[in-house]
């Protein structure tokens, strides 16, 4: 089958960067349908640590997700910024946190899901510079875990990595090059512009940017975020509003191989679909 010039012999996977607040949230529950079909995409992930208001994720909007058609949720640095997300996390193992936080810490890093495509690992990470807390050391941590998952027969693997410096995610992908089949860099909310395939056959792109307002600043009100730079005093961030944009990563992959084959960014601005009068 032939869509947009790319032949779906593969696995296509869709990762959908930080899912921002209401508006991000809604954009994706309306699109995503839009998406797979015109991509013919076959597995989705996506970024879910700020779509509670900006700042973290709880139970239900978890459920949301999952029940859109995302089969794994990543998070981030934000992750248990919504207290009830504790007692549930054990539950629900395609919710994933980072795999670099410290032993005895509720949750998983990783999940294995069967498809009609084969076996898919999911793995998220978190950088450590110039971000809070400290973690564990992401590079050890998620070598052994791929090689783990390799050792047990899974091929197509793909990691999301939340980190904050550009070089840290760049050094982390050439780190998992050959290993896995993608590393795609979520948490800035800016979408970068050097999505490649490395010379292992890893996908990677530094950063897949946000599902969240498009006339805003990373998801927020400008105005209030521009109060704070210019006068340095405290303010509260509201939501921005639609339009929404919608950054992310499409990946072909050979099943056999585990390798990518296909990589390219997915950024769309979209409006709110009005309901049929």
Known sequence: MELDGWVNEGIRILFLGDVV????????????????AEEGIDFV?????????????????????????????????HVWDQKEILDYFPTEPRLLRPINWPEGTVGAGSVVLETAKGKVGVLNAQGRVFMQP?????????????????????????VDFHAEATSEKIAFGHHL???????????????????????GGTAVLTDSGMCGPHHSVLGRQVESVMWRFRTGMPTRFPMATWP?????????????????????????IVGKDQPAS
């Open 244 to 268: 929404v944009e919608l950054g992310g990563m499409i990946v072909e992959i050979d099943p056999e191989s585990g390798q990518a084959t296909e990589v390219k960014r997915l950024r769309r």
């Open 45 to 77: 992930i996506a970024n879910g640590e700020n779509i509670a208001g900006g700042r973290g994720i709880t139970p239900r909007l978890s459920i949301e997700l999952l029940r859109a058609g995302i089969a794994v949720v990543t998070t981030g640095d």
């Open 134 to 158: 400290p973690l564990e050391d992401p590079f050890a941590a998620a070598r052994e875990e791929v090689e783990k998952m390799r050792s047990e027969g899974v091929k197509i693997i793909f």
């Open 21 to 36: 607040g209401e508006p991000g949230r809604e954009a994706v529950y309306q699109e995503l349908p839009k998406i797979r």
């Open 177 to 199: 090059d050959g290993l896995v089949s993608a590393v795609v860099g979520t948490h800035t909310h800016v979408q970068t512009a050097d999505e490649r395939i490395l010379p």
